[in-house]
């Protein structure tokens, strides 16, 4: 039996599995995967009202397999050293 379509709209087949690994990422630390909290803002009423809470994440220089990338990390990884940032590059100098 095929599958019912609504009048007047056309059947529209799911996309492939393949498109949906070229998306970007969610904004979240690579180390620990931390992502964005959901809360309510409470006025003094008690009227809530939706909000997030986003990590602090900062865009990292870190030395992986003996090469340099950069990694987004979220600040209390920085903190604990879960992270070995990478020597900062010595231009030479010129003249």
Known sequence: MPPRRLAGRPH?????????????MARACEICGKQR???HN????????????????????????GNGKRLLVCTRCVRSGRVLKAAPRRHAATG
């Open 12 to 24: 529209v087949a799911s996309p492939p599995a393949a498109c949906y690994a070229a998306r970007l």
């Open 37 to 39: 909290s959901v809360g």
């Open 42 to 65: 409470v006025s003094h009423a008690n009227n809530k009202t939706k909000r997030l809470w986003r990590p602090n994440l900062q865009q990292v220089h870190v030395t992986v397999g």
